[in-house]
């Protein structure tokens, strides 16, 4: 059996981007986040410690976001995926990076799946 923790909606303003001028100008990014990890020793525990702490998820991603600048929103989601898998528990994960407002209504999206080379 696989649970999963989702973290959806953050908005976070930073600069990224392949175009001219692009990172220039803060932007918003939109990141969404699927974690499948197993839940069984947080089920009988009821310890923040057995299970991933979506507040720290939350700050690795804001950081993560904010402190890296890519043209490609691929390279950054890669810089993601390998911070949540320092943490062997997490088995896989699926990260969704938009840039809203870039495309005159459009809204691009990249999605990665993966699963823990670690675990």
């Keep these: 059996m696989t649970d999963t923790i989702e973290l959806r909606g953050m908005r976070i303003i930073a600069r990224h981007g392949a175009n001219a001028g692009e990172q ?10 699927l974690l499948e990890v197993d839940f069984e020793r947080a089920k009988t525990s009821d310890m923040l410690a057995d299970t991933y702490d979506y507040a720290a998820l939350h700050d690795d991603i804001t950081f993560i976001v904010k402190t ?6 691929e390279r950054l989601g890669t810089d993601i995926l390998t911070k949540i898998f320092e943490d062997k ?6 990260l969704s990076i938009a840039k809203p407002y870039l495309l005159g209504g459009a809204t691009p999206v990249v999605t990665q799946r993966a699963h823990n080379p670690n675990s």
């Design 24 to 33: 220039d100008v803060p932007q918003p990014f939109d990141v969404d986040v």
């Design 68 to 73: 890296t600048r890519y043209q490609l929103l």
């Design 89 to 94: 528990r997490v088995r896989a994960a699926t």
